[in-house]
């Protein structure tokens, strides 16, 4: 049989942003592609030129969605440490447009101080999390983020601890662009992902993604992506129209949108910045 | 005597001289060698050195940054060196207790990083401000895996300036994580500290690619591989998992893994005549030699000139870089000797890498002080020597 040339081979239009020769590993299923061509049909969007942005990740699978796929500078380190890791990376370099992925575990258990601080800093960085309410990678165990009374591999008995609204937390703690949406909301991800990488400080993205492989396995929808999808189309609900509900009706629903925006707060590495201008310029202004 | 010295010291012509801080003297040094970075969680007895570091640079370039705890300021170092700074963090034993994993993952990656450690009491909270060499092998041996890195031991103040320049140096020259291993004793000692000018001492800095070549290592080359910074569109693929010399992961090959393992542990070996620094005072003829380092040094000088005016042929051997163990190097300066006493201020920490160099027949003893925390008297030191001799 005649191998097939490769220029009439179908060419997946964002190929060009991946590095030679790696093949994306994710489970049948996974939200991971979704969220990785949402942010990179973003970057598209922005100009396509994927040098201006640094990535950083932790460990877990939120962590494969840059590495070591994407082909720019791609920093990979300890679990529930790639905050510290980018907020360096972010002084050292202020101009980069740095951008994060963490999973639920990565980030409201491990990293949860980095998180708050990060947050508390208003540092100029674009932080998405990958909340798919279970530890996936690690075999199914209950994640900060997992609900209450589901049985996973470490609570046989259902899960008694109360699960954390990052997105609420992100907000109390000072993050400054706060966005959540559903694997569901692929072009609804890059709008929000554009908007954060322009935004002069902390923000947020949650994406509500399947794993249909361990949480499936834990709310009966095993290797159903399909279900775990349309469930969430059925349970979201605009933030606009759910400022109007009552508390009751927005139980079991998934509030998406656009949270917080609030480009006016003082940036961290800008600070930064203003300080030791006005210190050289005070030096400059005691000589006179 | 000296094999190698920090510094020349004849070529100490020009700069300045102060009266100061062990720990200052270690920010001095870090500026001079260009730090560009410091991230710090405060703990006695280091605090003075981030505190001195964030007002010499208000006003010029460089960072101070005050992270939520010791994790989060060492991991704020890795992001840093890769956005091309040269990047340092001083802490005490808790902090390095919670820092090791992100040091062994700037052992992995490769990055170049100064961790300054002014060692206090364990263990725990132990006592925040009283002097303990208590963190040897932790600093060695912290972090989990196989691996290897740099750390030396000033003595006085005027080496935690020479000393903290010199461990920039080996970082940015051997892409590793370079301990200065100090203690409370010397960090808060005052003493007479000389600047030279800029220009006088060596600065080296990393050897940065020029463009993007996927064929050039990035990782794992035992001549240390170029370091491709970030924003600079040379694509880092920079990953604290097994990975080859392109930073690719591999996490699945135990040949990948052993590569690693061993080219990252090499690297250092390989070059480990070059990195070891060490004195050695009267060690020809003597047949009793007191291994020491940092302040211990100064109490086994001491002790031997006490030792010879009594008669007894004592020598000292001073580690200057106590990390990567020069094995052959131990064995071969005490060959001649009948009996090695480690001296430190703990219960016998670099005791068992001694013992497992020198030579079958001299005998290793442990020279620890009385009461821990303290200096051993002079007396002490020639008690030792004489039941080394027994």
């Known amino acids: ?288 | 005597m000296n094999k190698k010295d920090v510094n020349d010291k004849k070529s100490k012509k020009s700069g300045k001289t102060d009266f100061l801080l062990g720990n200052v003297a270690c920010a001095e040094g870090a500026l001079y060698a260009g730090c560009g970075f410091f991230a710090a969680y405060p703990i006695t007895p280091a605090s003075d050195i981030g505190e001195h570091f964030v007002k010499r640079v208000m006003d010029r370039e460089g960072f101070f940054i005050q992270t939520e705890d010791e994790i989060a300021a060492i991991g704020a170092v890795i992001g840093a060196s890769w956005g091309g700074l040269k990047a340092m963090t001083a802490t005490s034993g808790p902090g390095i207790s919670l820092m090791l994993e992100n040091i062994g993952l700037a052992t992995a990656t490769e990055t170049p990083c100064v961790i300054v450690n002014v060692q206090r009491g364990g263990p725990s909270t132990g006592s925040p401000s009283l002097p303990l060499q208590a963190d040897m092998l932790q600093a060695r041996y912290g972090s989990q895996g196989d691996y290897e890195l740099i750390a030396c031991a000033p003595s006085s103040p005027q080496e935690m300036f020479d000393l903290t320049v010199w461990a920039f140096n080996a970082a940015e020259k051997y892409r590793t994580p370079v301990f200065v291993l100090s203690d409370a004793l010397v960090g808060h000692m005052y003493e007479q500290v000389h600047f030279p000018e800029p220009g006088e001492l060596p600065v080296i800095n990393r050897k940065i690619p020029e463009r993007y070549d996927k064929k050039v290592p990035m990782f794992l080359d035992e001549d240390v591989a170029p370091m491709s910074v970030f924003g600079r569109g040379l694509k880092s693929n920079v990953t604290g998992s097994t990975h080859f010399a392109d930073g690719t992961r591999s996490v699945a090959s135990i040949a990948a893994m052993d590569d690693e393992i061993r080219k990252l542990r090499g690297k250092l070996h390989r070059a480990i005549d070059e990195i070891t620094l060490d004195e050695t005072c009267r060690i020809e003829d003597a047949d009793v030699v007191l291994y020491s380092y940092g302040s211990m040094f100064r109490a086994a000088l001491a002790g031997m000139e006490l030792a010879r005016s009594e008669g007894l042929r004592v020598g000292c051997y001073r580690a200057t870089t106590v990390w990567p163990f020069p094995e052959k190097r131990v064995r071969d300066l005490t060959a001649h000797c009948k009996a090695v006493i480690v001296c430190e201020n703990n219960l016998g920490q670099m005791y068992y890498p001694v013992a497992a160099a020198v030579a079958e027949n001299i005998r290793v003893l442990k020279g620890t002080p009385e009461i821990l925390g303290g200096l051993p008297r002079p007396e002490d030191v020639v008690r030792w020597v004489k039941e080394a001799l027994k």
């Open chain 1, 1 to 288: 049989m005649k191998k097939e040339s490769k220029s009439n081979a179908f060419r997946h239009p964002l190929e060009k942003y991946f590095r030679d020769g790696i093949k994306y590993t994710t489970c049948p299923g996974c939200g991971n592609g979704i969220v990785a061509q949402s942010v990179l049909q973003g970057i598209e969007a922005m100009g396509g030129n994927i040098d201006e942005y640094a990535f950083v990740s932790g460990i877990g699978c939120s962590g494969w969605i840059p590495s070591p796929a994407f082909a720019g500078d791609l920093l990979h380190v300890t679990h529930g440490r790639s905050l510290p890791a980018a907020t360096g990376l972010k002084i050292a370099l202020p101009r980069q447009k740095v951008v994060v992925f963490q999973g639920d575990g990565d980030l409201g258990a491990i990293g949860g101080n980095h998180f708050i601080h990060a947050c508390r800093r208003n540092i100029d960085l674009t932080v998405i999390c990958v909340n798919n309410g279970i530890y996936g990678m690690t075999g199914g165990q209950a994640a900060p983020t997992t609900p209450g009374g589901l049985k996973t591999a470490t609570t046989p008995l259902g899960n008694v601890e109360r699960p954390f609204d990052v997105s609420a937390l992100a907000i109390t703690a000072g993050a400054t662009f706060v966005a959540r949406w559903t694997t569901w909301h692929a072009a609804q991800i890059t709008a929000s992902f554009r908007k954060a990488v322009s935004h002069p400080g902390f923000a947020f993205i949650e994406v509500i993604s399947q794993c249909p492989v361990q949480y499936g396995k834990v709310v009966g929808m095993r290797n159903d992506p399909v279900a775990m999808l349309a469930g969430y189309r059925e349970n979201s609900i605009p933030i606009a129209a759910a400022v109007k509900l009552p508390e009751s009706e927005k139980a079991g629903k998934i509030v998406v949108g656009e949270l917080l925006c609030r480009p006016e707060v003082p940036e961290f590495t800008r600070e930064l910045a203003r300080v030791k201008r006005e210190a050289r310029s005070g030096k400059e202004g005691a000589r006179k």
